[in-house]
C-alpha cells in the first residue's frame, strides 16, 4: 500500500520560515519524479515545486528565491523548506509522487501565514 504523509504545516508569522515533510512508503522512492503542490479553497491546485529522480530541482516563479526542495531517498522523504513566507502563501499543501503512469498523493498539510 502506497502512503504519502505529509507533517510540518502551521501557523507562521509573514517573513517566517516553515519546513515541510512528506514521508513515502511502498514505492520506490528514488525512481520517483517529486512535487509540491498547493490550493485554496475554490482555487485550482497549482504546482509550487518539483525534483526529479536525478535531482533537478524546477520552482514556478512566485517562490524562486524563497522555497527550497530537496529529497532525501535514504529516508524516503522529500522537503519543502519556505523561508520568507507571504500571507498568500496560505494554503493547503500536498506532495506528489509520479512515475510514468503512477500517481500518488499525499493527504496535505495546512499552512497559514498570518499575523
Known amino acids: 500500500q502506497v502512503q504519502l504523509v505529509e507533517s510540518g504545516g502551521g501557523l507562521v508569522q509573514p517573513g517566517g520560515s516553515l519546513r515541510l515533510s512528506c514521508a513515502a512508503s511502498?514505492?520506490?522512492?528514488?525512481?520517483?519524479?517529486l512535487r509540491w503542490y498547493r490550493q485554496v479553497p475554490g482555487k485550482q491546485r497549482e504546482l509550487v515545486a518539483a525534483i526529479t529522480s536525478g535531482g533537478t530541482k524546477n520552482y514556478v516563479d512566485f517562490v524562486k528565491g524563497r522555497f527550497t526542495i530537496s529529497r532525501d531517498n535514504a529516508k524516503n522523504t522529500v522537503y519543502l523548506q519556505m523561508n520568507s513566507l507571504k500571507p498568500e502563501d496560505t494554503a493547503v499543501y500536498y506532495c506528489n509522487a509520479r512515475l510514468s503512469d503512477r500517481e500518488y498523493w499525499g493527504q496535505g498539510t495546512q499552512v497559514t501565514v498570518s499575523s
Open positions: 511502498g514505492i520506490i522512492f528514488s525512481s520517483y519524479a
